[in-house]
Structure formats: structure tokens, C-alpha cells
């Protein structure tokens, strides 16, 4: 079963940046296309950003597009996320996400795996 592990959230001055990691465990991070969802208190899960096993091709929510990137490092079995511009609203918990079974250099937006979560408190 694979284990998803976040960290790097906090605390974080609006206008800043904040980066994000996904450390994956038990399985090879490469076999995952992987993704990134946030949820604020109150509002529904939200999708952040995918991007497909060799990390060749990554996929946006139009409302962060341009302020937030994916990126992997298969050797390190870790997905990342930074998210830059950072404002109040970003507040939420960022959640890493694994779905296998897919071949190829594709993206999606549905998981079948998840981890606990990060907290990301943007201070005006």
C-alpha cells in the first residue's frame, strides 16, 4: 500500500512562497501520476495541480494557474508543490494525491490515494 507523507506547510507571509512535499514510501513514486488538492474550512476539495509519471506533462486548476508549480523527483520518490503570490485565501490544508494504474505521459484529476495533509496559514 502506498504511503503518502506531506510537509512543508506553515505559516507564511502574504505575497510569499511556500513549497511543499510529498515524500512517497512503500511504492516507486514513478508508477503514480500525482497531484496536488487543497481544502479551506468550509469549502469543498479543491484540485491544485497534476502531473504525470515522468513529469513530462503537468496540469493547472485555472484559478492558480500561473502562481503555483509541480514538479517531481522520481529519484527521491518526492512530489513537490510551490505556490508563489501567496494570499490569504490560499489558507488551507494541501493534500498530495497518487493514481496509479495509468500509462504513459498523462495527467488527471481523480485519486485513489492520499495523504493527511499539510496546513498553509497565509498571514495578511
Known amino acids: 500500500q502506498v504511503q503518502l507523507v506531506e510537509s512543508g506547510g506553515g505559516l507564511v507571509q502574504a505575497g510569499g512562497s511556500a513549497r511543499l512535499s510529498c515524500v512517497v514510501s512503500?511504492?516507486?513514486?514513478?508508477?503514480?501520476?500525482m497531484g496536488w488538492f487543497r481544502q479551506a474550512p468550509g469549502k469543498e476539495r479543491e484540485f491544485v495541480a497534476g502531473i504525470s509519471r515522468g513529469g513530462g506533462r503537468t496540469d493547472y486548476a485555472d484559478s492558480m494557474k500561473g502562481r503555483v508549480a509541480i514538479s517531481r523527483d522520481n529519484a527521491k520518490n518526492t512530489v513537490y508543490l510551490e505556490v508563489n503570490s501567496l494570499k490569504p485565501e490560499d489558507t488551507a490544508v494541501y493534500y498530495c494525491?497518487?493514481?496509479?494504474?495509468?500509462?504513459?505521459?498523462?495527467?488527471?484529476?481523480?485519486?485513489?490515494?492520499w495523504g493527511q495533509g499539510t496546513q498553509v496559514t497565509v498571514s495578511s
Open positions: 512503500k511504492r516507486t513514486v514513478s508508477m503514480y501520476v
Open positions: 494525491a497518487a493514481q496509479p494504474g495509468l500509462i504513459g505521459e498523462v495527467t488527471v484529476r481523480s485519486y485513489t490515494y
